[in-house]
């Protein structure tokens, strides 16, 4: 256990990233409580929201690392989370997120999460990570190749129904065409003139 975390605040071009806290509960609930969580093992009765939200708090103080709740840099709107997640059990540390159902689209999670990885990287001193994605969460498994994963199919799964997508490491990361790549794709997103076509992403 890591006890008294000060939970570090993230800044990118239009998020600021801060640790979970009692008044941004009631947008996680909603969240979870609806169809959104279908890949996440929901939809949760409002008694294992609470109690997955709880988790979410306690898992800064238990690991030394989290979800970050994200917020709008201007307005101070919350969007989802993104962060580190390794509950017991978990065959390897993930890089996770969830995205609220009226944020979508607008390329919040790539920012976040890579963010996130990159504190994870440089500040932590992590070697890598992967996500667990349900095969059915096409939107997720998008997600997860922009950022540079690649499914792997020798990984040790949570529970056998999971797909295991690898993140590259800090070595094959750093300075990579894949990461100008990504910082690229967040600056068209910042852009309020970009409109992305197709079907929304996160």
Do not use: C
Request: charged content about 20%; glycine content about 10%; overall charge negative.
């Amino acid at each position: 256990m890591t006890p008294d975390v000060t939970i570090p605040t993230l800044e990118t071009k239009r998020l600021i990233l801060r640790g979970p806290e009692p008044q941004d509960y009631p947008d996680f609930k909603a969240t979870f409580t609806s169809y959104r969580a279908r890949f996440m093992g929901g939809p949760l009765n409002a008694y294992e929201s609470w109690m997955l939200y709880a988790a979410e708090i306690g898992h800064w103080q238990i690991r030394g690392y989290g979800m970050w709740m994200i917020h709008d840099k201007v307005t101070d709107e919350t969007y989802g989370m993104a962060g580190g997640w390794k509950p017991a059990q978990w065959p390897e540390q993930e890089l996770a997120w969830v995205i609220w159902p009226d944020a979508a689209g607008h390329g919040y999670a790539l920012e976040a999460v890579s963010a996130a990885r990159d504190y994870f990287y440089s500040q932590l001193g992590w070697d890598g990570a992967v996500s667990y994605i349900d095969p059915k969460n096409l939107a997720s498994i998008r997600l997860a190749e922009r950022l540079g994963s690649t499914k792997d199919k020798t990984a040790k799964t949570i529970d056998g129904n999971d797909a295991v997508y690898r993140h590259p490491s800090p070595k094959q990361l750093s300075g990579s065409q894949l990461a100008h790549g990504i910082e690229m794709e967040i600056g068209h997103y910042a852009d309020p003139l970009f409109k992305p076509k197709g079907w929304a992403i996160d």
